[in-house]
Nanobody, 123 residues
Framework: QVQLVESGGGLVQPGGSLRLSCKAS????????MGWFRQAPGKEREFVAS????????LYADSVKGRFTISRANAKNTVYLQMNSLKPEDTAVYYC????????????????WGQGTQVTVSS
């Protein structure tokens, strides 16, 4: 059974940083594109960042570009999301997802999802 376990969420002040981790099991991690999505209260889930199977290709939503960095450690079956210069509008539940594609940003291509981890940015 595929399992994605997220950690690193929490409460942080505006301008602060957090690093989210997602540990994967039950899949061939090195063949799975990985992505981060988020859902704020009252809003639909949205794309945040994705990374291809090798880690060479990444893509970010405009809202986080320049502030967030996605990376992966295939030997550890783990994907990360480094979040810097956090803003209140970054407050959301963040979800890790795995895709059978080599690289994708389309939610429909991600068949496995983590439980979500809460990130709250507030003074």
């Amino acid at each position: 059974q595929v399992q994605l376990v997220e950690s690193g969420g929490g409460l942080v002040q505006p301008g602060g940083s957090l690093r989210l981790s997602c540990k994967a099991s039950g899949l061939t991690f090195s063949r799975a594109a990985m992505g981060w999505f988020r859902q704020a209260p009252g809003k639909e889930r949205e794309f945040v960042a994705s990374i291809d199977i090798s880690g060479a290709v990444t893509l970010y939503a405009d809202s986080v570009k320049g502030r967030f960095t996605i990376s992966r450690a295939n030997a550890k079956n783990t994907v990360y999301l480094q979040m810097n210069s956090l803003k209140p509008e970054d407050t959301a539940v963040y979800y890790c997802a795995a895709s059978g594609r080599a690289w994708s940003i389309q939610e429909s291509h991600f068949g496995s999802w983590g439980q979500g981890t809460q990130v709250t940015v507030s003074s």
